[in-house]
């Protein structure tokens, strides 16, 4: 018996060394381009200037904090978060619960819906810019109504313009997360409750939305992380200076980065790290108190 647990406890060891071997190169690739270069820049963003080993406190983090383009630049990702998130969420779920009951034309806009995750951002933003532009599908229509055209890309609509993009081009993904979430219920659980008498309504409180809940939670995570990214979109469609109402903070440090300032840029770096692990730490901590959901 003894020489049996031996034995299981050296292939136990072997298997783990294994395993180890086989996630060492990701585990190396992480450290170096990732963990490293991170460490670095929370180094630098402490330091005088690039290059020098003086140490600052956090002067930089109070120059940065109260500067006027990264306010402007806060306060609008804080927006655009605040509202962009919201909507998604409730329109990719509203979406994928008419798509999970497998309606006339299922595969068809399950489809369409996925379509703009594969289109190259250069394709996307030229699509956007032949409606929104002066001379664009939408101005046309006004006109035709005799309705003065809207400057849409350089004025407080282009707040609206990039939101929509951002609706448009993520949609799709929180829509595949939905409705792999709503795959994994049990049918036999509606089955049940239809035997009750309970109706569609109380089916989607009391059965649906609970048990993807934890899918919620992951969701919610891309979709902050995806609207972090639409500074691509923003950029090609608007330039590294846009209107005010979309000055973002990848604005501002990619701005700062042209400028070849960074400190500044580091500290930028940091404060978004700082910002979205928080967020996702209290979306973690929300997740094991709410736990599994029984019926």
């Not at 404060?271 to 928080?278: A, E, G, K, R, S």
Request: with cysteine.
């Amino acid at each position: 018996m003894k020489k049996a647990l031996k034995t299981n406890r050296k292939l136990r060891r072997k298997e783990s060394f294994i395993g180890f071997l086989f996630c060492l190169p990701s585990i190396v690739g992480m450290l170096v381009f990732f963990v490293l270069p991170f460490g670095i820049t929370v180094y630098m963003s402490f330091t005088e200037s690039m290059g020098s080993s003086q140490f600052v406190g956090l002067k930089n983090y109070i120059n940065v904090i109260n500067s006027a383009a990264f306010k402007l630049a806060a306060t609008n990702t804080l927006r655009f978060n605040l509202i962009a998130v919201p909507l998604i969420m409730a329109i990719s779920l509203f979406i994928s619960l008419l798509l999970f009951k497998k309606l006339k034309g299922y595969d068809f806009f399950r489809t369409t819906f996925i379509f703009p995750l594969v289109l190259p951002v250069a394709s996307v933003v030229l699509f956007f810019q032949i409606i929104f532009s002066e001379t664009g599908m939408i101005n046309n229509i006004l006109e035709w109504f005799n309705i003065s055209p809207v400057n849409w890309e350089h004025s407080e609509h282009s707040f609206t313009m990039l939101l929509v993009l951002y609706l448009w081009k993520n949609s799709g993904y929180n829509i595949i997360l939905f409705l792999a979430a709503l795959n994994s219920i049990p049918k036999v659980y509606y089955e049940a409750a239809g035997l009750d008498g309970a109706g569609k309504s109380k089916q989607l409180i009391k059965i649906t939305l609970p048990l993807i809940i934890p899918y919620t939670f992951f969701i919610v995570i891309i979709s902050v992380i995806n609207s972090f990214k639409a500074f691509r979109e923003a950029f090609i469609l608007f330039g590294s200076h846009p209107h005010q109402s979309i000055y973002m903070i990848q604005h501002f440090m990619n701005n700062n980065f042209q400028n070849l300032n960074y400190i500044r840029l580091a500290v930028g770096a940091v404060l978004i790290f700082t910002v979205i692990f928080i967020f996702v730490l209290m979306l973690f901590i929300a997740r094991k108190k709410v736990g599994d959901v029984e019926l």
